[in-house]
């Protein structure tokens, strides 16, 4: 809850709300450092336990709290990190309507798409899906069943900033929004180029910010900017981001893995 305010005093107008679920130890996509999070934490991948029931019973607890708190002007928004069966997503979605999401991120894993006609049919909630897809070929189902409402494939996963854009006119024909990754795996170089490709997007819906280090913003100067709520590319030339080779150097790579995933029997699940 105080954290959704601290970043509504940063100007920012979308949020995306995560948290522990009671009873469980640790939850991917939560992490103790509120402001630069990374899901990469270790040299050998740690690992979260994972309890389904526990998580749609607290999920919609979460958002009922948030709206008594912050009214309805913030948009909200959520990821599952694709860990629901689709039935199981539909029931989220629905429970989740009262709270009007934004969106419901990654609510099932992406490769069964028909999934989606699933928990069409059981919610209005909105869904968000695409970071993980590399082509225009991985979402076409999903947007020419308008099984989506916005995809969020990236400049450097979905072949540059030109086949992204392939992927916006498709998405255009079917009232399909963008709404592009931009977690802090992505570098300042990935966000400079995303910033100008939502510029020229006809059906832009959101970008993901979310903050670097003081350290990679030092290795990556960049002209862009942030400030009530909105990104401004800047007016450098280029996508307006540059690299400090020497500095950069300072800094050696470190091996560091995503958490693994365990139901409370230990079976390994999905992230």
Same mark, same amino acid.
């Given at each position: 809850?105080?954290? &959704?305010?601290?970043?509504?005093?940063?100007?920012? /107008?979308?949020?995306?709300?995560?948290?522990?679920? #009671?009873?469980? /130890?640790?939850?991917?996509?939560?992490?103790?450092?509120? =402001?630069?999070? %990374?899901?990469?934490?270790?040299?050998?991948?740690?690992?979260?336990?994972?309890?389904?029931?526990?998580?749609?019973?607290?999920?919609?607890?979460?958002?009922? /709290? !948030?709206?008594?708190?912050?009214?309805?002007? #913030?948009?909200?928004?959520?990821?599952? +990190?694709? $860990?629901?069966?689709?039935? %199981?997503?539909?029931?989220?979605?629905?429970?989740?309507?009262?709270?009007?999401?934004?969106? !419901? %991120?990654?609510?099932?894993?992406?490769?069964?798409?028909?999934?989606? $006609?699933?928990?069409?049919? +059981?919610?209005?909630?909105?869904?968000?899906?695409?970071?993980?897809?590399?082509?225009?070929?991985?979402? /076409?189902?999903?947007?020419?069943?308008?099984?989506?409402?916005? *995809?969020?494939?990236?400049?450097? +996963?979905?072949?540059?900033?030109?086949?992204?854009?392939?992927?916006?006119?498709?998405?255009?024909?079917?009232?399909?929004?963008?709404?592009?990754?931009?977690?802090?795996?992505?570098?300042?170089?990935?966000?400079?180029?995303?910033?100008?490709? @939502? !510029?020229?997007?006809?059906?832009?819906? *959101?970008?993901?910010?979310?903050? +670097?280090?003081?350290?990679? @913003?030092?290795?990556?100067?960049?002209?862009?900017?942030?400030?009530?709520?909105?990104?401004?590319?800047?007016?450098?030339?280029?996508?307006?981001?540059?690299?400090?080779?020497?500095?950069?150097?300072?800094? #050696?790579?470190?091996?560091?893995? =995503?958490? &693994?995933?365990?139901?409370?029997?230990?079976?390994?699940?999905?992230?």
């Amino acid at each position: 809850m105080d954290e &959704v305010g601290r970043y509504l005093e940063m100007g920012y /107008k979308a949020i995306r709300a995560q948290s522990g679920v #009671p009873g469980l /130890k640790s939850t991917y996509g939560v992490s103790g450092d509120k =402001l630069f999070y %990374e899901p990469a934490d270790a040299n050998l991948p740690t690992e979260n336990i994972w309890s389904t029931t526990k998580y749609l019973d607290h999920v919609p607890r979460l958002f009922e /709290k !948030l709206r008594e708190k912050f009214g309805f002007e #913030p948009h909200l928004l959520h990821d599952v +990190h694709h $860990r629901l069966t689709p039935i %199981e997503a539909a029931r989220l979605g629905k429970s989740l309507e009262p709270f009007r999401m934004f969106w !419901l %991120e990654d609510a099932v894993p992406a490769e069964n798409q028909e999934g989606f $006609r699933l928990i069409r049919q +059981h919610t209005v909630t909105p869904l968000a899906l695409g970071e993980v897809f590399n082509s225009i070929f991985d979402c /076409k189902q999903l947007i020419e069943e308008q099984l989506i409402d916005y *995809i969020r494939t990236t400049v450097v +996963h979905a072949g540059g900033i030109t086949h992204l854009r392939r992927i916006a006119d498709l998405a255009a024909l079917y009232h399909v929004r963008t709404g592009c990754h931009g977690a802090t795996d992505l570098s300042p170089v990935c966000m400079g180029a995303a910033l100008h490709f @939502d !510029l020229w997007v006809p059906n832009f819906g *959101i970008q993901e910010y979310m903050r +670097h280090s003081e350290e990679t @913003d030092a290795v990556f100067p960049h002209a862009y900017t942030f400030s009530g709520g909105f990104l401004h590319p800047g007016e450098a030339a280029g996508h307006g981001v540059d690299i400090d080779e020497k500095l950069a150097a300072k800094y #050696p790579y470190q091996r560091a893995y =995503l958490p &693994v995933n365990r139901l409370e029997d230990g079976t390994m699940w999905n992230w």
